[in-house]
Nanobody, 126 residues
Framework: QLELVESGGTLVQPGGSLRLSCDASGFTLDYHHIAWFRQAPGKEREGVSCITRRGGSEYYADSVKGRFTISRDSAENTVYLQMNNLKPEDTAVYYC???????????????????WGQGTQVTVSS
């Protein structure tokens, strides 16, 4: 059974940091493009960051560039999203997703991805 599980979301103050984890079971994340998306109440799901298979390239939404970092730990079969200098507008449910495509680039568009986790809540508030 193929499964993605996110963790690490919690309540944090503005300016704080969090690291989200995306753990996989039933498949190897290194062979997939991986992305983080988020969805705030009343808003559409938006792409935050993606990393190509084997960690060749990373891409970020303008809203998080310079604050968020995506990375892989192949030994742990985990992808992380390090989030620094968090802002209230970062409040959302964060999802990780995996794509099986043979292409060399990842996209921050939901239809590109084949597998999704259930999400983890990040709340940035004082």
């Amino acid at each position: 059974q193929l499964e993605l599980v996110e963790s690490g979301g919690t309540l944090v103050q503005p300016g704080g940091s969090l690291r989200l984890s995306c753990d996989a079971s039933g498949f190897t994340l290194d062979y997939h493009h991986i992305a983080w998306f988020r969805q705030a109440p009343g808003k559409e799901r938006e792409g935050v960051s993606c990393i190509t298979r084997r960690g060749g390239s990373e891409y970020y939404a303008d809203s998080v560039k310079g604050r968020f970092t995506i990375s892989r730990d192949s030994a742990e079969n985990t992808v992380y999203l390090q989030m620094n200098n968090l802002k209230p507008e970062d409040t959302a449910v964060y999802y990780c997703a995996a794509a099986e495509t043979s292409g060399t680039m990842c996209l921050m568009a939901a239809p590109f991805y084949d597998y999704w986790g259930q999400g983890t809540q990040v709340t940035v508030s004082s």
